[in-house]
């Protein structure tokens, strides 16, 4: 068993040469037509979005305005109207929990109206704390606080 050992060496000839030189990439567009095809891109673009999306999209503007035109009253009357009603409960809570105090009258303080210059059918506004007297706190600690608190 005669083994020989072959040497690994290099190819005959030699290696190639190492390329240590740069390679600069090959420039397709320079500054000048870089520029004009981006102008003109933009341009073509904000013609189509103008010409064909924007009226689109003005006209969905104008019907979502007209419909919050449309039942604007009608969210504002069923607030006045949930305002009124829980007024009106407050008063009948009142009512119930004096029931047993002697010459208690609903609205006047000590037999007598709290605003003398007041029609007695004017309606006048509670103040915030009167208006959550029945309330969680939390509830009457965020309306008293909503003006400083921004989303």
């Known amino acids: 068993m005669d083994a020989t050992i072959k040497q690994d060496l290099p190819p005959e000839g030699g290696y190639q040469k190492i390329q240590y030189a740069r390679n600069p990439a090959k420039t397709y567009f320079r500054g000048g037509r870089l520029l ?7 341009g073509c673009t904000t013609y189509y979005y ?19 035109l449309a039942t604007l009253p009608l ?3 069923e607030r006045d109207r949930a305002y009124l009603k829980h007024c009106r409960a407050i008063r009948d809570e009142e009512e119930k929990l004096m029931a047993n105090v002697p010459n208690w009258e609903v609205g006047k303080w000590k ?10 059918n004017d309606f006048n506004d509670p103040i915030l704390c ?10 009457f600690w ?4 909503e003006a400083q608190i921004q989303v």
């Not at 103008?50 to 009226?55: D, K, S």
């Not at 965020?142 to 606080?145: D, E, I, L, Q, V």
């Open 50 to 68: 103008f010409n064909h999306c924007y009226p689109k999209v003005l006209h969905e503007m104008v019907e979502k305005n007209g419909a919050r």
């Open 36 to 42: 004009a095809g981006f102008i003109l891109f933009n």
């Open 75 to 77: 969210l504002m009357a």
């Open 142 to 145: 965020k309306k008293a606080h």
């Open 111 to 120: 037999g007598e109206q709290i605003y003398k210059t007041l029609d007695r």
């Open 130 to 139: 009167e208006y959550y007297v029945h309330a969680p706190y939390m509830d």
